[in-house]
């Protein structure tokens, strides 16, 4: 049960896009459409962003925008906002557990 | 409005028990499966435990880090998830989320509570 793998920071200027990957293994994120993206701002609980791979849950902007290639999934933000920076992290269903990456945390310049 | 609730978190002694709960409201419990996910101080978060929902509801996962410690459990007619915590470790200290699952079997996170935090120390 080894968790994701993602880069641990990410930065960008206001108005810009980031992207944050989310690489798995051919028996989880390569083998289900079921990768969901969390934000966690400092204190705070766990937000969905995006839930099977691209979907927008009601209420989030579609500045958030998601994809997957293969095992390695990916979270695009673009128009950069101050309010964005915050821990990001990739989840995905691994059949009979569930994966966590160990988070990007996203410095908005 | 979904809401969870989560309580019992406390200081324990390594070796010890605790029993955690998670109340829930503003959906209809049984239909869907329910997690506990913990985010050690400083750390990432990490799936612990999974329940399913619906007609098959009870069936239930563990991450490896707490199998045969810990036990997860549901009362559908109180709306409230536990999670019975055994033989805890130092490395089990954390802040403990519950969260409900947008379907009945377990796939993803859509809902979670504030955590409740779990400290194992002497």
């Known amino acids: 049960q080894s968790a994701l793998t993602q880069p641990p920071s990410a930065s960008g200027s206001p108005g810009q896009s980031v992207t944050f990957s989310c690489t798995g293994t051919?028996?989880?994120?390569?083998?289900?459409?079921?990768v969901s993206w969390y934000q966690q701002r400092p204190g705070k609980a766990p937000k969905l962003v995006i839930y099977e791979v691209y979907k927008r849950p009601s209420g989030v902007p579609d500045r958030f925008s998601g994809s997957k290639s293969g095992n390695t999934a990916s979270l695009i933000v673009s128009g950069l906002q101050a309010d964005d920076e915050a821990d990001y992290y990739c989840s995905s269903y691994g059949g009979s557990n569930w994966l966590f990456g160990g988070g990007t945390k996203l410095t908005v310049l | 409005e979904v809401h969870l609730l989560e309580s019992g978190g406390d200081l324990v002694q390594p070796g010890g028990s605790l029993r955690l709960s998670c109340a829930a409201s503003g959906f209809t419990f049984n239909a869907h499966a329910m997690s506990w996910v913990r985010q050690a101080p400083g750390k990432g978060l990490e799936w612990v435990s999974l329940?399913?929902?619906?007609?098959?509801?009870?069936?239930?996962y563990y991450a490896d880090s707490v199998k045969g410690r810990f036990t997860i459990s549901r009362d559908n007619s109180k709306n409230t998830l536990f999670l019975q915590m055994n033989g805890l470790r130092a490395d089990d200290t954390a802040v403990y989320y519950c969260?409900?699952?947008?379907?009945?079997?377990?796939?993803?996170?859509?809902?979670w509570g504030q955590g409740t935090l779990v400290t194992v120390s002497s």
């Open positions: 329940i399913t929902g619906g007609t098959g509801s009870g069936t239930t």
């Open positions: 969260g409900r699952d947008f379907y009945t079997s377990g796939r993803w996170i859509d809902y």
């Open positions: 051919s028996s989880d994120v390569g083998a289900y459409n079921y």
